[in-house]
């Protein structure tokens, strides 16, 4: 699918899916944003299971997660995505998670439990990897922590670091990137509790808290960071679904609010969408609310560059819900959704 007509003027959405579950790849959208509706202008299933994306300018970044990984770059100028040349290797199996950091796009390579970083050229596109860090471990669920799994890559709010988590090993990394050689140097490790299974985590917009949301319980870590040391020390654990609910319940995607009031929590199986109200320092998160995700399994939670929307990527229920959000409660409230298969991602440009 494609087209070259240039592109109405106004805010883009771009949704990542799973063509192997009948997801039609990489989807643009037109967003309206007085309403936030969402507009489906176009696809590309150019590459397989572009799970996850990252966006620079005109240009799009998706993962492919297979066992032979790889990062596809997407020109997003007209109505629908148009692949700008070949998938470029990551030397990782199954990445599920991209970032931009110092001129490089990072990887996190779930199967394989590594980080990858790939310079950008100037065109935007991704050259080959310079480094590949292979993550060491394991933890108590056997049947998902025989080994490492990377599940997201992220640079810290100071640009000096970039931290990785890590569900396999029950602990966060954190690296040094350095912008001539795009080499990955390991500074640190914080290890969470075991059995936790962290899968993402999210830092407080005044850059000294960071959240990390757990998979394997379904709970918050919340914790210090030290952007000077490159430090990330946890401070206590905070579930986000109500004493007695009935799982199982696995969290998948953590946001905070540009004013650092609230946080947002996916959690796949109960199918809801948690509320945290933050400390006014950021150090402690209480569950206030949960909410339905208006489908099934959320595997992805936007804010809209607003800050006023939420948008939930529900994989089996195959479509993308958008919620406008109470600025006194931080409750969202359902307000429409567009057909999405297999849906995984959604990012805003």
Same mark, same amino acid.
Request: hydrophobic share 40%.
């Given at each position: 699918?494609?087209?070259?007509?240039? =592109?109405?003027?106004?805010?883009?959405?771009?949704?990542?899916?799973?063509?192997?579950?009948?997801?039609? !790849?990489?989807?643009?959208?037109?967003?309206?944003?007085?309403?936030?509706?969402?507009?489906?202008?176009?696809?590309?299933?150019?590459?397989?299971?572009?799970?996850?994306?990252?966006? /620079?300018?005109?240009?799009?970044?998706? %993962?492919?997660?297979?066992?032979?990984?790889? %990062?596809?770059?997407?020109?997003?100028?007209?109505? /629908? @995505?148009?692949?700008?040349?070949?998938?470029?290797?990551?030397?990782?199996?199954?990445?599920?998670?991209?970032?931009?950091?110092? !001129?490089?796009?990072?990887?996190?390579?779930?199967?394989?439990?590594? =980080?990858?970083?790939? @310079?950008?050229?100037?065109?935007?596109?991704?050259?080959?990897?310079?480094?590949?860090?292979?993550?060491?471990?394991?933890?108590? %669920?056997?049947?998902?922590?025989?080994?490492?799994?990377?599940?997201?890559?992220?640079?810290?709010?100071?640009?000096?670091? #970039?931290?990785? %988590?890590?569900?396999?090993?029950?602990? #966060?990394?954190?690296?040094?990137?350095?912008?001539?050689?795009?080499?990955?140097?390991?500074? *640190?490790?914080?290890?969470?509790?075991?059995?936790?299974?962290?899968?993402?985590?999210?830092?407080?917009?005044?850059? $000294?808290?960071?959240?990390?949301?757990?998979?394997?319980?379904?709970?918050? $870590? =919340?914790?210090?960071?030290?952007?000077?040391?490159?430090?990330?020390? @946890?401070?206590?654990?905070?579930?986000?679904?109500?004493?007695?609910?009935? *799982?199982?319940?696995?969290?998948?995607?953590?946001?905070?609010?540009?004013?650092?009031?609230?946080?947002?929590?996916?959690?796949?199986?109960?199918?809801?969408?948690?509320?945290?109200?933050?400390?006014?320092?950021?150090?402690?998160?209480?569950?206030? /609310?949960?909410?339905?995700?208006?489908?099934?399994?959320?595997?992805?939670?936007?804010?809209?560059?607003?800050?006023?929307?939420?948008? /939930?990527?529900?994989?089996?229920?195959?479509?993308? $819900?958008?919620?406008?959000?109470?600025?006194?409660?931080? #409750?969202?409230?359902?307000?429409?959704?567009?057909?999405?298969?297999?849906?995984?991602?959604?990012?805003?440009?």
């Amino acid at each position: 699918m494609g087209g070259t007509e240039a =592109v109405r003027g106004g805010a883009r959405a771009y949704i990542g899916s799973f063509t192997s579950g009948g997801g039609r !790849g990489v989807l643009a959208a037109e967003v309206d944003e007085e309403t936030g509706a969402l507009t489906v202008t176009g696809a590309s299933d150019a590459v397989p299971d572009p799970s996850f994306l990252a966006l /620079a300018g005109p240009v799009l970044h998706a %993962v492919s997660e297979t066992e032979n990984g790889a %990062v596809a770059a997407f020109d997003v100028t007209g109505p /629908a @995505p148009r692949p700008l040349g070949p998938p470029v290797p990551v030397g990782g199996a199954a990445p599920t998670h991209l970032a931009l950091a110092a !001129g490089h796009l990072l990887t996190a390579n779930y199967t394989s439990g590594s =980080v990858t970083a790939l @310079p950008l050229a100037e065109d935007g596109t991704a050259r080959p990897a310079t480094a590949v860090l292979s993550h060491r471990g394991s933890g108590p %669920v056997a049947e998902r922590q025989r080994g490492p799994h990377a599940h997201q890559v992220l640079p810290d709010p100071s640009g000096g670091w #970039v931290v990785s %988590v890590d569900l396999g090993t029950d602990s #966060v990394r954190i690296c040094a990137l350095d912008p001539a050689t795009g080499s990955l140097t390991l500074h *640190g490790e914080t290890p969470l509790r075991p059995g936790s299974g962290p899968r993402h985590l999210a830092f407080h917009p005044a850059g $000294t808290h960071a959240y990390v949301l757990n998979e394997l319980q379904p709970t918050l $870590t =919340v914790c210090r960071w030290d952007a000077a040391e490159g430090v990330l020390e @946890p401070l206590g654990e905070t579930r986000v679904v109500p004493e007695g609910a009935t *799982g199982p319940s696995y969290p998948s995607e953590v946001v905070v609010a540009p004013d650092g009031r609230f946080l947002w929590a996916a959690v796949r199986g109960d199918d809801t969408l948690a509320v945290l109200a933050l400390d006014p320092d950021g150090g402690a998160a209480t569950l206030v /609310a949960t909410v339905p995700c208006g489908g099934s399994w959320p595997r992805d939670l936007t804010l809209d560059p607003s800050g006023r929307r939420l948008y /939930a990527a529900n994989e089996r229920s195959g479509d993308v $819900t958008w919620f406008t959000l109470d600025p006194e409660t931080g #409750v969202p409230a359902r307000a429409g959704a567009i057909e999405a298969p297999a849906a995984s991602c959604v990012v805003f440009g």
